[in-house]
């Protein structure tokens, strides 16, 4: 399945989405002859499961995707099938194309007259399992978290997957490897002549039938042409049966698997004998060597399990981790690492003393010798990036759950604006005209900046065989990535004297907006009874609790339990809670830090879903929310290996109408 995006945003806990994505998924698909009652050449018709409803594991994403069909878009039964995707190689197109039993299921003909479309009738009349695969733009996805449930395509999933919610078809292409593996492919030519294929008759015959091409019983042809196809249909059926009871007979029961082969493919008595023969002989001892060949793979697996990177089969093949950790024990240091790159690429030296030559030979390679070079530059990228982005998701993350997101292209200061004004339908008098609305409008702006930072691998620590240099340096600057995320969102989000205040009827002070029943129906209420620039109700609905960590417990309290008992002496029990699983509940430490303006351990927040009203937003330049590192051997004054890592965004309040704030105190 070929995804492309418009663009989409980045799946929040994964890496940014490329421009577009390709996702294999393995199909049933049935080839055969159509029959036709007329002289005309007959058109091959297929059918196939073209995707299964499975989640599937996708380049560029990093976890699991699964199309959901209910929200796949169809914008016509007849689209174009194509050979692996491309343009210029038509196969036909199809007639018919469904969502059943939580499959894509198509059926078409074979209608173009290209060397692509031959290539596919001509390999299924020889066996060969062809495989489909569904080109769709991607329009809306979910993402799940890890220990969340689903329900896609009449299944349950559970996190972590990403969820495409809302996708276009495109068209449908023939491939010969799926990467599915739910099920299997299935692909038939069509029975031999005689058992349901179209039979090619003379021009201006014609066979009487009952449907299919299957010649009636008793049915009187036309002279001569006529007779002269219905003898060579039964030729031909009388020399199938005959070939079929040899190939039985050969085989005499004991051979069962090159019995129906033989039945399948076609294979002469010949053949046959041939293959029964192959199959008696005595079979010699198997050795099996296995291949412990030092790929790019494998040195990025022995680092990333030498450094303890959390759930490394999420990256790598079983196979690429079992030799990386049968290759390095106890282990891979720096300086081998190092090594093994050098010797991949040429270098003849068997030991570091040279460290500067064997740099030069590790990120230099040995192309111009005909060697085959493994990319040290590459790998080090990998694996400092897998161990940055460890760092960038260990630090906290309410920040993505209270915010709206924006991409944006360059550096420039971007707008948005809300529409208000005059959109009450009036009374239209008969025979009158309709009156024009007015609208109004509301700007918001943001801006992406660049934030980065830059450290050196000395010779000292490349001396020392640390490949905690390689594993620590990433994560710090993950870590630091996240850190500083967070601390230009909650500086933004904490100066908000101006933006929350009583003039915009959305703060309230008072020690009746402590956190408990009275006060989140208090917020609830001042939230619900803001109006937009008309006067009139904004008609958006509160979702989020935002608390810091000293109202964690009564605001999780709020959110699950169905009563709240009070203990003090007025005993004012049972108490029903009227909000119980009414709002979400997020905490953040950043709310009440002595080091940002604006704090509070008692004051918290009502605020609504971001995607339908948000008070703050972030902006990404190119949709990138996770930083980028860079790793380069150094400049010649220095010794040792620099890493760099930026990201570019950008943070501004947006509607103060998209929230409420309770000060918790008089």
């Not at 878009?73 to 689209?79: A, D, E, F, K, N």
């Not at 042809?221 to 059926?237: I, K, T, Y």
């Not at 993950?478 to 703060?507: E, H």
Request: proline share 5%; aromatic share 8%; net charge negative.
């Amino acid at each position: 399945m070929t995804l492309s995006t418009k663009p989409a945003p980045a799946p929040p806990d994964g890496p940014q989405l490329p421009a577009r994505l390709n996702l294999t998924a393995t199909a049933e698909i049935e080839l055969e002859a159509a029959a036709d009652g007329g002289g005309a050449a007959p058109l091959p018709r297929f059918q196939m499961v073209a995707y299964t409803g499975g989640p599937m594991r996708v380049g560029g994403w990093r976890y699991p995707v699964i199309v959901d069909l209910a929200g796949l878009s169809i914008p016509s039964q007849s689209r174009p099938i194509r050979f692996g995707h491309d343009a210029t190689a038509g196969v036909g197109h199809t007639d018919s194309i469904r969502v059943e039993g939580g499959k894509l299921v198509a059926a078409g003909v074979v209608s173009r007259d290209t060397a692509a479309a031959r290539e596919v009738v001509a390999s299924s009349r020889n066996g060969f399992p062809w495989q489909a695969s569904v080109g769709a733009s991607v329009e809306e996805f979910e993402f799940v978290k890890e220990q969340q449930k689903v329900m896609v395509n009449g299944r349950q999933y559970e996190g972590p997957v990403n969820v495409v919610r809302k996708a276009t078809l495109g068209e449908i292409s023939f491939v010969d490897l799926g990467a599915d593996g739910a099920t299997s492919a299935s692909v038939a030519a069509g029975a031999e002549p005689g058992i349901g294929d179209a039979v090619e008759l003379p021009a201006g015959a014609t066979l009487p039938s009952g449907g299919h091409g299957t010649p009636l019983a008793g049915a009187a042809c036309a002279p001569s042409a006529a007779d002269a196809a219905v003898a060579e249909l039964r030729a031909q059926a009388a020399a199938e049966t005959d070939r079929i009871a040899a190939a039985r007979r050969i085989c005499g029961g004991r051979f069962p698997r090159i019995e129906a082969q033989a039945i399948r493919d076609g294979w002469d008595a010949q053949r046959t004998e041939l293959e029964v023969l192959r199959a008696t002989r005595p079979a010699a001892p198997g050795i099996h060597v296995p291949d412990n060949t030092v790929t790019s793979a494998v040195l990025e697996a022995a680092c990333v399990i030498t450094g303890r990177l959390p759930k490394p089969e999420e990256s790598y093949e079983h196979r690429t981790l079992e030799l990386a950790s049968r290759r390095f024990r106890g282990g891979i240091g720096f300086q081998e690492l190092l090594l093994e790159a050098a010797w991949a690429n040429g270098y003849t030296g068997r030991n570091f003393r040279d460290c500067r030559e064997v740099l030069r030979a590790a990120f230099a390679g040995g192309l111009e010798a005909g060697f085959s070079t493994v990319d040290i530059g590459g790998i080090l990228s990998n694996v400092a990036n897998k161990f940055l982005l460890d760092g960038f998701y260990s630090v906290e993350r309410t920040w993505r759950n209270v915010c709206a997101v924006r991409n944006v292209s360059d550096f420039k200061t971007v707008t948005s604006y809300r529409l208000v004004g005059n959109d009450q339908y009036e009374l239209v008098a008969p025979g009158g005209k309709i009156k024009h609305g007015t609208l109004g409008e509301e700007k918001y702006t943001n801006q992406a900046d660049t934030y980065g930072l830059q450290l050196t691998i000395d010779r000292r620590e490349i001396r020392n065989d640390d490949l905690g240099a390689i594993t620590t340096v990433p994560r710090k600057l993950g870590r630091g990535s996240g850190s500083t995320i967070n601390d230009i969102f909650w500086k933004t989000f904490l100066a908000n004297s101006d933006f929350f205040k009583t003039a915009n009827q959305n703060y309230e002070s008072g020690a009746d907006t402590a956190l408990g029943i009275d006060g989140l129906t208090k917020a609830e209420v001042l939230f619900m009874d803001q109006v937009d620039s008309d006067g009139k109700p904004i008609g958006v609905m509160p979702a989020i609790v935002l608390v810091p960590t000293a109202l964690s417990a009564i605001g999780s309290q709020l959110f699950k339990s169905l009563e709240l008992r009070e203990t003090t002496s007025n005993a004012k029990y049972p108490v029903a809670n009227p909000h119980q699983g009414k709002f979400r509940v997020e905490v953040s430490r950043y709310l009440a830090n002595a080091k940002y303006a604006g704090n509070s351990a008692k004051a918290w927040y009502l605020l609504a879903d971001p995607s339908d009203l948000p008070v703050i937003e972030v902006a990404f330049l190119d949709g990138r929310e996770t930083p980028t590192i860079e790793t380069a051997d150094a400049d010649f004054d220095e010794l040792g290996i620099k890493m760099r890592g930026y990201h570019d965004f950008g943070v501004s309040l947006q509607d103060f109408r998209g929230g409420a704030k309770l000060k918790g105190e008089a």
